[in-house]
């Protein structure tokens, strides 16, 4: 369980740095015509959109940092429960906009996200 715990909090920090960076770094003009499924930017002002961006960051590096370092190791289940949370509202706004397969795949990260919470709170918690 521990090491699907890893692989899965490895995975999911590398998809959120990477997305966190582009919400704060790409313009969301440029980000709405990248792909269809990006058009949901342009519900949001630029300044949200980084705010979400900053979050996702944060959420990454709250995911892997304190686990490597061994510094407030509960942080870890804590990030993957505000990960959580956002790709709840992610999945929201795609079912709202009628973006099936977009909700899909949303639901999906939220449904990797919930293990890592759940399996860092109850199933193999770093302390005790």
């Avoid at 715990?5 to 015509?33: C, H």
């Avoid at 079912?95 to 990797?112: N, P, S």
């Amino acid at each position: 369980m521990n090491t699907a715990l890893w692989i899965t909090t490895g995975l999911l920090t590398a998809v959120y740095l990477f997305s966190g960076l582009g919400k704060l770094f790409v313009p969301r003009e440029k980000m709405a015509g990248m792909a269809e499924a990006a058009r949901w930017v342009l519900d949001f002002k630029p300044g949200t959109l980084r705010a979400i961006g900053a979050l996702e960051v944060l959420g990454a590096v709250g995911l892997i940092l304190p686990a490597l370092l061994g510094i407030a190791p509960i942080l870890v289940p804590l990030a993957a429960t505000g990960l959580a949370l956002i790709m709840t509202g992610a999945t929201i706004l795609r079912i709202r906009r009628g973006e099936t397969k977009a909700a899909l795949g949303d639901g999906a990260y939220l449904a990797l996200t919930a293990f890592v919470a759940i399996g860092r709170f109850a199933l193999e918690p770093f302390t005790g």
